[in-house]
């Protein structure tokens, strides 16, 4: 069944004085599980050409197109005064996401897209390999559905660690923010699956952040009457069981070097155990970090 998305837009327009400015526009599309939509066909929508041609001419705005791998991006952004920006992100010539946070208006609009479709064809092309057991099957928000196949190799570094030094500044790798918004929705049967995707990297991961959910849980179950059986049920079906622990014990004394990195003036990939990772010291280090990103 086909359902109609409203999008706000910006386009843009030169007058016969040649001044230059933007103005909203807004457009009905079809859902883009029925129908994906051309990336050429959005451009024209909010006139990119316009727009960049005011922007390379004009102080305080932006807009540029970046080539990533599969994905061309097309980038506005107002820098001066209050922020606002939008971004496209192409895959095969159809749109694959696209947001926007537009506040130099009278009426702030925020929007967003996301063709779930393309997703699992993008994902098929960075992992032509993966089997078919840890696809997703079911309908997941996008937010879950990326930071899913983020930690298993999608658009991320094959590292392990926490904060990273990139270009001179210490950040959250990539899969580190993935496995943090799966724990913040405690999808325990998401991070169950991938302690057996055959990646060290993502192993630990998944590990830790079960390790963490376990422990928030463990606490809130101890403090729960006798009596309420329906939140102790829930409760424990995020905390991990025997076979979990095993899984994690057989990942933690494996011996496996697992690539790392840290905040150490430069990147640089440093190679660790397995069994230094998930030592004792180590559990309480990620539980500490998980308690500071995720509440």
Known sequence: MKQTILIILISYSLNIQAQS????????????????LKTSDLLDKVNWEGIKEYCDTTNGFSAKMNKDGLITNYCYSKTKGPDS???????????????SNITHTTKPIETSYFDR????????EQLPELPDSFLLRSRESSEIMKA??????????????????????????????????????????????????????????????????????????????????????????FILTK????????IRDSEKLVKTCGNCGSYKIYKKKASTLLSKKAIAEHIKNYNFHVN
């Open 148 to 237: 899913y196949y983020i930690l298993l190799g999608v658009d991320s570094r094959d590292e392990y660690g926490w904060i990273c030094e990139y270009s001179t500044m210490g950040a959250l790798t990539t899969r580190r923010s993935a496995v943090i918004e799966i724990v913040r929705n405690q999808r325990v049967d998401l991070l169950r699956r991938m302690l057996d995707y055959p990646n060290i990297q993502t192993q630990l991961y998944a590990a830790d952040g079960l390790i963490y959910i376990d422990s928030v849980n463990k606490k809130l179950f101890k403090g729960v009457k006798k009596n309420d059986s329906y939140t102790k049920r829930l409760l424990k079906s």
């Open 117 to 124: 479709k393309l997703w699992k064809s993008y994902v098929k």
């Open 243 to 250: 076979s979990d622990w095993e899984k994690i014990y057989s």
């Open 21 to 36: 400015f933007l103005v909203l526009d807004s457009f009905s599309l079809t859902s883009p599980d029925e129908n994906s």
């Open 85 to 99: 920006y939008f971004t496209i992100n192409s895959f095969n010539g159809f749109v694959l996401e696209y947001y």
